[in-house]
């Protein structure tokens, strides 16, 4: 999909944002190229729900609701690193009748093993390519969830190649079969 020139308008301002995200959040410098190296449509149109997953081939992941009829799947990242938890595994469902994950009176960002997201129709969300996430379903949803999901995978500048981390252009890479 972004391969397609009418489009590029589109994929500019989702980089637009990546910026805002690694520059004013992340503070990162202005060190890197954004090279968008896959794209595709994620849709439903039922109840079945895309399994737990990341993408293991570039470093920020993004999706552009295109469509978000009214209890649409909602999007689930895995909060694999809960660093409230004050014993280990007090903060994940009970599952199997364990006491002791009955100590949360209530779950919420701070202390869930997982949070979901509704991203409202035209709007972009961008999150960290090795966080996990899946899609959950929701009672109720009816028409056909449509979002381009894509892919970036961040190079280093020509003039910063001095950094011992980090991809370089791929431009010097040398394919062998």
Do not use: C
């Amino acid at each position: 999909i972004h391969l397609e020139p009418r489009l590029d308008p589109l994929f500019q301002e989702i980089v637009n944002h990546i910026k805002i995200y690694l520059f004013d959040i992340m503070k990162y410098k202005d060190i890197f190229n954004y090279m968008i190296t896959k794209t595709w449509l994620s849709r439903a149109r039922d109840k079945k729900e895309i399994p737990w997953h990341i993408h293991s081939t570039s470093q920020i992941s993004f999706a552009y609701y295109v469509n978000m009829p009214p209890n649409s799947h909602q999007i689930q990242f895995a909060n694999s690193n809960i660093s409230n938890e004050f014993f280990g595994g007090i903060n994940r469902e009970n599952k199997h009748g364990y006491r002791d994950r009955e100590m949360v009176k209530e779950y919420n960002p701070l202390n869930a093993q997982s949070f979901f997201m509704s991203p409202p129709e035209g709007s972009i969300i961008l999150f960290p390519s090795n966080m996990q996430h899946s899609t959950k379903a929701i009672e109720g949803f009816e028409g056909e969830r449509l979002a381009i999901v894509g892919d970036v995978t961040l190079t280093l500048k020509e003039d910063q190649l001095n950094y011992s981390t980090g991809y370089i252009d791929p431009r010097y890479w040398k394919l062998f079969n």
